[in-house]
């Protein structure tokens, strides 16, 4: 048996040579490894061998490339059929977890099962995430879990705390077990997180003390969000706290798309203006995409029916081939577009940084939250995010309207001609969106008003966009 020891040379060690393959070489390999999980979907599913012949494709002779193939999504593979075709059986003395999607799709709901052999390879991944970001093997590191929806891991380079959305919970345990660690590692969502600052304030947490960071996940962070969460932790450039954002898919896995300290910098640089080959065409009125980096060896990844910017909906293919739900070419409904290695190098070597050593890939959002005509929801939050002291009195909660009205919720101690003062900002701040031809109307609600709460509900995943 591998020792803890051990376990840790060999992190070092993949970190080390992650550059040895280069990323041209690792993304031919992925598509490879593709091609053979979807042979082995079609030999195992018989849901997918169905779907197969529906688009006209033969069972027996071999495969066509990868891209002839058909793109799955819930309605197709869960709606239709039941785990049990789409297994091809179930083996349930093998299957030691099982996590469902938001259902925030329209109640279809997808699901992850994961073997045992899964489990142990996922633990395995989360400590190299937490090394490569974090330093965990060289620091004690207390992970406190805020992820909603039953979403729960574990790891062996650092205790972890699975509180779920529980301020209260995560907020105690941080301020008695915290300090015995050398630093914390806060994972929740950009809005849930919003109640956790709140709370940790009321009681007094030093955020500095603990040396917090924090992974951001569930849905899109925008840089002033970044930059508004960064202050409330207290942290300032080179203390080596960080505030990260990941992405993952929840009929894949956790983790699948994740930023590192180039995707950052580049970003923020994009932000300030800054265009390179393969990093433009980022339209102002959509808000700025995030940009991830992702594991070729783990997951590979297309993007389909993209436009003249590159832009298309985003396909993934788990390369885990023993995983019980064989998912070959599924649409995770989401708008992104694949950087060019070149293009991800270039943008490093003109801030100085040393080039990438894993795909790069920006992702903009819900495909269905992105509706002709209508500002998105990442621009939307840019704008009320924008000023500081306007967002530190707003929940983080609204909601785009069919009508054309954007109702945002306000922080529940605003007094009536506070209300009307935050009103007047932020309708300078929205001043340049439109829905159609016409400016977006502002409503500007206290949380009892609102309709959508209080308290918000952070076990379902919020509905920006009616």
């Known amino acids: 048996m591998i020792g803890p020891w051990l376990r840790r040379q060999q992190r070092r060690a993949l970190l080390r040579r992650a550059g040895a393959v280069g990323v041209e070489q690792a993304l031919r390999l992925s598509l490879q490894r593709a091609q053979g999980i979807a042979e082995r979907a079609r030999q195992r599913s018989p849901a997918y061998r169905r779907l197969l012949l529906e688009h006209g494709i033969s069972l027996v002779a071999p495969l ?23 297994a091809g059986g179930l083996r349930t003395q093998d299957i030691g977890q099982a996590l469902t999607s938001s259902g925030r799709g329209g109640g279809v709901f997808g699901f992850k099962l994961s073997t045992r052999g899964e489990m142990r390879s996922a633990r395995a991944a989360v400590d190299l995430g937490l090394q490569q970001m974090f330093r965990a093997d060289e620091r004690s590191t207390l992970v406190v879990n805020c992820l909603p929806m039953g979403v729960t891991f574990d790891a062996e380079s650092a205790t972890v705390a699975n509180v779920s959305v529980r301020e209260d919970m995560a907020c105690a345990l941080m301020q008695q077990l915290g300090p015995s660690y050398q630093q914390v590692v806060v994972c929740t969502d950009p809005l849930f997180v919003r109640r956790l600052l709140a709370h940790a304030e009321q009681i007094g947490l030093d955020w500095p003390r603990l040396h917090a960071s924090m992974v951001l996940g569930e849905e899109m962070l925008v840089e002033p969000q970044r930059r508004f969460i960064a202050d409330a932790l207290g942290i300032t450039p080179g203390d080596g706290r960080l505030v ?87 649409a995770t409904g989401d708008l992104a577009r694949l950087v060019p290695p070149a293009c991800a190098a270039a943008a490093c070597q003109s801030l100085g940084l040393p080039p990438p050593v894993l795909p790069w890939l920006l992702v903009h959002g819900r495909r269905r939250d992105r509706a002709a005509g209508r500002p998105s929801v990442e621009r939307i939050k840019e ?55 016409a400016p977006l109307q502002l409503v500007l609600r206290r949380p009892h008003d609102c309709g959508f709460g209080p308290p918000l509900d952070h076990e379902r995943k919020f509905a920006y966009v009616e």
């Open 383 to 437: 704008c009320l995010y924008a000023d500081a002291a306007v967002a530190r009195r707003l929940t983080g909660a609204f909601r785009l309207q069919a009508d054309g009205r954007l109702l945002v919720q306000a922080a529940d101690a605003c007094s009536d001609a506070e209300l009307a003062t935050l009103a007047g900002s932020l309708s300078r701040q929205l001043a340049g969106l439109r829905q159609g031809s």
């Open 244 to 330: 990260v954002s990941s992405m993952g898919i929840g009929e894949l896995g956790l983790h699948l798309f994740f930023e590192d300290a180039a995707c950052i910098a580049v970003r923020q640089a994009l932000q300030a203006g800054a265009r390179w080959p393969g990093l433009q065409d980022l339209e102002d009125a959509d808000g700025l995409p995030s940009l991830f980096c992702f594991d070729a060896q783990r997951c590979h990844v297309e993007t389909v029916g993209t436009d003249a910017r590159g832009d298309g909906e985003l396909v993934v293919t788990l390369l885990d081939p023993r995983t019980p739900l064989l998912l070959p070419r599924y």
């Open 64 to 86: 066509p490339p990868l891209g002839a193939l058909p793109v799955l999504d819930k309605d197709c593979s869960f709606a239709r059929h039941p785990l049990e075709e789409l």
